[in-house]
């Protein structure tokens, strides 16, 4: 049995700590929000987040940080991407030499360009920092509907750890040693389902979905092997895997909020309406800064970034994507 520290009660930290308590693991849930942890310690069901979940009896509910991290075996990051650092920040006193710290938030910083393990890692250099992604919508983790995962470490020993402690019959778990692919794949593809989602609110069809689908997956493979990913991750579970989930479902948060831009509202009102953190909306202006620094077209993304923050009408996003200059699909095969 192992001793874990859930960072983040939103609906991935609670469908986790469900899944590792089934597991057999004792679990405590940390929330900065008080409220959010009188109503867990109330009605052991988070009623915003994830409705129809019942949360064990003997899991610990806590705003204390430190009660929350030290001694535990394994800590789970799960607080949405744009206050990883802040978190990270408060965690790192009570942090201990090589403690696990497994990140299931997905994006990437705007500022720094950083992934977020790289951010973890300068704010909490002495943890041991893996990340864990796929195609996981949590309202089905916490049903446990049958689901699999990959986690990504720097060492194979620590990835197999990881593994053990969260394999369930309902979630496999794959591992991995291309971290940097993994969180790549896991936040561009955020991107990709907002593409995806204002294309189902324009009214557009099966053939567009794919298209963008198999076009999105190019550009975030073409961008993550410039910066040192695996084509092998792109093909995975992190990558045409979680793709595909976040582009179909309508648990995907981004999807969702694509489809209130297709219908001609604002990124802020389509933000509001959804009522979660819209990850790929802070990852989108990310990647067009890493697609500059490693040279790499990403027109589908850049596109994404003209509706979201340049006021451009999807449907002419759309139109401009249809009209770019003839390409091959595949550069490197030859014609006999």
Not at 151 to 177: C, H, L, W
């Amino acid at each position: 049995m192992a001793n874990i520290g859930i960072i983040g009660a939103g609906s991935w930290g609670i469908a986790l700590s469900v899944l590792l308590h089934n597991n057999g693991h004792k679990i405590t849930v940390w929330s900065i929000i008080q409220e959010e942890i009188d109503m867990l310690n109330a009605e052991h069901e988070h009623k915003d987040k994830l409705p129809g979940v019942k949360l064990p009896e003997d899991m610990i509910f806590t705003t204390d940080m430190q009660s929350a991290i030290e001694g535990k075996d394994i800590l789970v990051l799960a607080v949405p991407s744009p206050f990883i650092r802040s978190t990270a920040n408060s965690m790192k006193a009570y942090v201990a030499e090589g403690q696990i710290i497994v990140n299931v938030a997905k994006g990437i910083e705007e500022k720094t360009l950083m992934t977020l393990s790289q951010v973890i890692e300068e704010e909490i250099p002495q943890a041991d920092v893996a990340v864990l992604s796929g195609p996981s919508h949590a309202e089905e983790v916490g049903r446990e509907i049958p689901t699999t995962i990959v986690v990504g470490a720097t060492t194979q020993k620590t990835a197999e750890y990881i593994q053990n402690t969260f394999m369930s019959d309902v979630f496999r778990v794959y591992t991995s040693p291309d971290v940097l692919g993994i969180e790549l794949g896991a936040a561009l593809k955020n991107v990709v389902a907002l593409a995806a989602g204002t294309a189902d609110g324009l009214g557009y069809g099966d053939n567009t979905k794919a298209a963008l689908i198999t076009r999105g997956i190019t550009e975030i493979a073409r961008l993550g092997m410039a910066m040192g990913g695996k084509f092998e991750t792109f093909c995975g579970l992190s990558g045409i895997g979680d793709l595909i989930v976040t582009c179909a479902s309508m648990h995907s948060r981004n999807r969702r909020a694509g489809i209130l831009i297709g219908q001609g509202k604002t990124m802020e009102e389509a933000m509001a309406e959804v009522k979660m953190v819209v990850e790929g909306v802070y990852s989108a202006k990310a990647a067009m800064g890493l697609a500059k620094k490693y040279d790499v077209e990403l027109p589908i993304i850049e596109q994404v970034n003209e509706v979201l923050f340049n006021n451009k009408p999807a449907a002419e996003a759309v139109r401009d994507l249809m009209i770019r200059d003839k390409k091959i699909e595949h550069q490197d095969l030859p014609w006999e």
